[in-house]
Each structure stands twice: as structure tokens, then as C-alpha cells.
């Protein structure tokens, strides 16, 4: 079952709005006093395209997602900013020869170019991680948040692959993998390593990460409204420079930086 199609509805407080892809949830609805988007991508049994009928991220749904954050900061451009929440519980991008014969690459880079842009555009931009964040679903769907926040839950992952893939792309066992991945905090699946890399702003203990209760969600809105108050009107991605195991970017960036000025 689909995590975010079970937390949409409770954190957003609304009905879906129509004019969308079935797989694309939008609902506009209320956080810290403002005005706010909540974007999930769901399965649907009757989508087109079979690769991405169970909430993979695909050509319809590149689209929708970039049509549905577009037409937020077109309708707020001279006014207050929207927040924008992407609900994040997807498994993968949608693989098939008909996806890249007609442009799933395009499609994808449209839902991120949005999601900048909105960003870029003075929307405070969250992602909230509620299942899994998976290779380019995942940077279509939520990576160019200012803040991510993910549940602690052992169904909540994030990496470029699934494990048996990872496994077989660089010639291991599962079991050989999980080993690596412990020494190794890029190829791990934990959020533990991966907020190791700067990447999470918070992580958050709830009752039940699959079906939340009434208190999960009052606890994530509330995490929610944290968020748009901390991101007030940056539209950096700058923080997640600062995590423990990327000491050797901000070196890269500060040699470059240094060779910049004497140029």
C-alpha cells in the first residue's frame, strides 16, 4: 500500500483538485497560517503506461508533477508564496522502452526544473519523507526541497536503487552489499547514513508510519510548520553542506572558490 496516498489526506485537510493524472494527488490546503500545496504521487491500477502503475514516477506523472508545482507559482507570483509539500513514497521511475522512446527523461527534468523554480522563486519547497525515496522518482519528486523530513521507520528508505539492482550492478551479493554499504554511508539504505550526508533536516518518531493516527499528524504538521519558519525566505540548498560526511565538498568548493577570487 502506498504511504503517501494514507498521510495526503490527513496533512493536507482537503480534496484532491482535479485536472490531473490519476497517480498525481494535489490538494491545497492550510500550514503556519499560509496557503499550501501538498503533491503526492500514488499508484493507479489503470495508468496507461504498466511501468507506472504502482506509484513509479513516469512520463504522466514528470508532467503532472511539474504542471501542478508551474501552476503554483504562477498563481502566487505577486503574491505570498505557497509552501509547497511533496509526500514522498516512491519506489522507482517508471522503466520501460516505451517511457524512454517518448522522452521520460524530459519529463522528469520538468517536475525538477518546477520544483526549483519554485524554490528559486521564494516558495518554501518540503519534502517529507514517508516511504520510499528511490532512484529518479526520488529527484523528480522532492530533492530540490530546502528542508527534507523523513519518518523513522524501517519502510522509509532513499538511494539510487533497490538492493537486489545495487547487488547485481556492482557484481555482489545482497549480503556482501550490506556490508559495504556499513563502511561506506553513500551506499547505505539507513537514514542514519544518509542524514550523515546533510541531506535530512529532521528525522521524526510516529506511531505508525503506514496508517498514521491523529496525533502522527498534528506531530508532522506541526514538523511541517517548523520547517517553513526555518526556511523563511532562503532559497538555498546551501545547509546540506554541513552534514559530517561532506567535509571533503565544502573543501572541493572552498579550493574552487579560493582559484576563483585569484583568477
Known amino acids: 500500500m502506498n504511504r503517501a496516498l494514507n498521510w495526503l489526506p490527513g496533512l493536507a485537510g482537503g480534496e484532491a483538485l482535479p485536472g490531473y493524472p490519476a497517480s498525481i494527488q494535489v490538494i491545497d490546503g492550510e500550514l503556519d497560517n499560509r496557503l499550501a500545496r501538498f503533491i503526492a504521487v500514488v499508484p493507479d491500477a489503470s495508468n496507461p503506461f504498466p511501468r507506472a502503475r504502482s506509484g513509479e514516477v513516469g512520463?504522466?506523472?514528470?508532467?503532472?508533477l511539474a504542471k501542478a508545482v508551474s501552476e503554483a507559482v504562477e498563481a502566487d507570483r505577486s503574491g505570498e508564496k505557497r509552501a509547497i509539500v511533496a509526500v514522498i513514497d516512491v519506489p522507482s521511475q517508471a522503466y520501460g522502452r516505451r517511457e524512454e522512446a517518448l522522452g521520460i527523461h524530459q519529463a522528469l527534468a520538468a517536475a525538477v526544473h518546477a520544483y526549483a523554480q519554485a524554490r528559486l522563486a521564494g516558495h518554501p519547497v518540503i519534502g517529507l519523507l514517508v516511504g520510499k525515496a528511490m532512484s529518479g522518482a526520488f529527484l523528480a519528486h522532492?530533492?530540490?526541497?530546502q528542508r527534507l523530513i523523513a519518518l523513522e521507520d524501517d519502510g522509509v528508505m532513499v538511494h539510487a536503487m533497490g538492493k537486489a539492482a545495487a547487488a547485481r550492478i556492482?557484481?555482489?551479493s545482497v549480503e556482501a552489499l550490506e556490508v559495504l554499504a556499513a563502511e561506506v554511508p553513500?551506499?547505505?539504505?539507513?537514514?542514519?547514513s544518509y542524514g550523515s550526508l546533510g541531506l535530512l533536516w529532521r528525522r521524526l518518531s510516529v506511531d505508525n508510519a503506514q496508517t498514521p493516527s491523529v496525533r502522527d499528524l498534528a506531530q508532522v504538521r506541526a514538523?511541517?510548520?517548523?520547517?517553513?519558519?526555518?526556511?523563511?525566505?532562503s532559497t538555498s540548498l546551501a545547509s546540506r553542506l554541513l552534514g559530517e560526511n561532506?567535509?571533503?565538498?565544502r573543501e572541493v568548493r572552498e579550493q574552487l572558490r579560493r582559484q576563483w577570487q585569484e583568477a
Open 246 to 249: 561532506r567535509r571533503a565538498s
Open 59 to 64: 512520463l504522466l506523472e514528470g508532467w503532472g
Open 223 to 233: 514538523c511541517l510548520a517548523d520547517a517553513v519558519r526555518d526556511i523563511g525566505s
Open 142 to 145: 522532492g530533492y530540490q526541497a
Open 170 to 172: 556492482t557484481l555482489r
Open 186 to 192: 553513500p551506499m547505505a539504505y539507513d537514514l542514519a
